[in-house]
């Protein structure tokens, strides 16, 4: 009985076990629960600390993540990071694990305010308004004082369509005509904000569209052209060459990663970044075309 007692305790902890574990008192593990800073489930009233995950949130703190063998990235679909994230991956073999999952800026975020994942990647809006929107949406949430803001890189963002499939090449605004079908973003993506904009400026909101198709990502939205299940969708001129598919230009947006500081610093995501300024990754992006990467690692917001 004895036994099965100390099992279960080694795999949750209450606030007296988890203050003995960590050496803190328990007025403190309190405060770290409120602010959200350490892995913990109420129970029947009760907080409790999954032990795994306080090895995991200790170990993410040891020489500001260094160590660590991971790196989660979600948050806006890219086809040139998707690219060099597949790349890299295989020449980590077993060594680390690297994974990236389009969920859409604002899931992304979420996840990230959770601690679910390492990285974010956030597109809102157009490039010139980007230094002031992506502080904005980021402070938005509990734990951005702890974030900063890295530079992915720049690109060419517009609306895809396939000219073979249309008996006209539509033109802005025409081309939001309610003959056309359109596939277009879920809530909270970036590339629904960037359309309702678009929209906005000729006088017309996402309600006049037909829309006939929601996509989860950019790709899917492409895909949709692709497999006849809608006219238009907006996107990037990236994604317009990967389907073979025609682009109208609507100007270009930053492309940045949200991440806490700790992890900026693991040899993950350095290498990540030195991953997409590399010959390799500067090759695609001019494959793929519409990508400026100037600026890829720049630190663009949060050094106070």
């Given at each position: 009985?004895?036994?099965?007692?100390?099992?279960?305790?080694?795999?949750?902890?209450?606030?007296?076990?988890?203050s003995?574990y960590?050496?803190?008192?328990?007025?403190?593990?309190?405060?770290?629960?409120?602010?959200?800073?350490?892995p913990?489930?109420?129970?029947?009233?009760?907080?409790?600390?999954?032990?795994e995950l306080?090895?995991?949130?200790?170990?993410?703190?040891?020489?500001?993540?260094?160590?660590?063998?991971?790196?989660?990235?979600?948050?806006?679909?890219?086809?040139?990071l998707?690219?060099?994230?597949?790349?890299?991956?295989?020449?980590?073999?077993?060594k680390?694990?690297?994974?990236?999952?389009?969920?859409?800026?604002?899931?992304?975020?979420d996840?990230?305010?959770?601690?679910?994942?390492?990285?974010?990647?956030i597109?809102w809006?157009?490039?010139?308004?980007?230094?002031r929107?992506h502080?904005?949406?980021?402070?938005q949430?509990?734990?951005?004082s702890?974030?900063?803001?890295?530079r992915?890189?720049?690109?060419?963002?517009g609306l895809?369509?396939?000219?073979?499939?249309?008996?006209?090449?539509?033109?802005?605004?025409a081309?939001?005509?309610?003959?056309?079908?359109?596939?277009?973003?879920?809530?909270?993506?970036?590339?629904?904000?960037?359309?309702?904009?678009?929209?906005?400026?000729?006088?017309?909101?996402?309600?006049?569209?037909?829309?006939?198709?929601?996509?989860?990502?950019e790709?899917?939205?492409?895909?949709?052209?692709?497999?006849?299940k809608?006219?238009?969708?907006?996107?990037?001129?990236?994604?317009?060459?990967e389907?073979?598919?025609?682009?109208?230009?609507?100007?270009?947006?930053?492309?940045?990663?949200?991440?806490?500081?700790?992890?900026?610093?693991?040899?993950l995501f350095?290498?990540?970044?030195a991953s997409?300024?590399?010959?390799?990754?500067?090759?695609?992006?001019?494959?793929?075309?519409?990508?400026?990467?100037?600026?890829c690692?720049?630190?663009?917001?949060g050094?106070?």
């Amino acid at each position: 009985m004895s036994t099965v007692l100390e099992n279960k305790i080694d795999v949750f902890m209450n606030v007296r076990q988890v203050s003995n574990y960590l050496h803190l008192n328990e007025k403190k593990i309190y405060a770290l629960v409120n602010e959200g800073h350490i892995p913990a489930t109420k129970i029947t009233g009760k907080w409790m600390f999954p032990k795994e995950l306080i090895d995991k949130w200790m170990l993410d703190s040891t020489h500001n993540g260094l160590l660590h063998d991971r790196l989660i990235i979600a948050g806006s679909d890219d086809p040139l990071l998707y690219r060099v994230v597949l790349r890299f991956t295989e020449s980590l073999g077993s060594k680390a694990l690297l994974t990236y999952t389009s969920t859409g800026t604002r899931q992304g975020l979420d996840l990230l305010n959770s601690d679910k994942v390492d990285a974010c990647c956030i597109h809102w809006g157009p490039e010139q308004e980007s230094a002031r929107r992506h502080p904005s949406l980021l402070q938005q949430y509990s734990k951005h004082s702890d974030w900063v803001l890295i530079r992915a890189f720049k690109r060419e963002q517009g609306l895809l369509f396939n000219s073979s499939s249309l008996a006209d090449t539509p033109k802005v605004p025409a081309i939001f005509d309610s003959k056309f079908r359109w596939s277009v973003r879920q809530a909270g993506s970036g590339g629904q904000r960037y359309l309702m904009e678009v929209l906005s400026k000729h006088g017309m909101n996402y309600n006049m569209l037909n829309i006939t198709d929601t996509s989860l990502s950019e790709r899917e939205a492409a895909a949709s052209i692709a497999l006849k299940k809608a006219d238009i969708a907006s996107g990037t001129r990236a994604l317009a060459s990967e389907f073979g598919l025609d682009f109208i230009s609507l100007g270009w947006e930053a492309f940045d990663f949200a991440i806490p500081r700790n992890i900026w610093f693991r040899h993950l995501f350095q290498n990540l970044i030195a991953s997409i300024k590399s010959d390799l990754g500067q090759d695609i992006a001019y494959q793929l075309g519409g990508y400026q990467l100037s600026q890829c690692g720049d630190l663009v917001w949060g050094d106070d």
